[in-house]
């Protein structure tokens, strides 16, 4: 997920990336590159080494002008017992 420091538009970021980061040179296979709401730019890649040459060079060559943060996975910590099997598909729709 790539951040501006300074309050700039997904689109402003998304052309700093694209003038300043060369995906081809770098051999980094950039899947797709995703708007969200709140500002930030979603960059996914293949592979968690793709992900970690593409952020340093991010803040390599825009490291003044943006902020790259690589969100963690989380660890499920709510385990239920003796649910009942029946039940099973109520419980997958929810989540």
Do not use: H
């Not at 501006?4 to 402003?12: A, I, T, Y």
């Not at 060079?57 to 996975?73: D, F, Q, R, S």
């Amino acid at each position: 997920m790539v951040k501006s420091k300074s309050d700039q538009s997904p689109e402003k970021i998304r052309s700093i990336l694209k003038s300043k980061i060369n995906s081809t040179e770098m051999k980094v296979g950039i899947e797709s590159l995703k708007s969200l709401r709140d500002g930030p730019v979603l960059i996914e890649v293949g592979s968690a080494d793709e992900t970690n040459l593409l952020s340093t060079n991010i803040n390599a060559k825009c490291g003044e002008v943006l902020e790259v943060n690589v969100p963690k996975l989380r660890k499920p910590r709510l385990v239920i017992f003796n649910f009942p099997q029946d039940q099973s598909r109520i419980l997958w729709r929810i989540y």
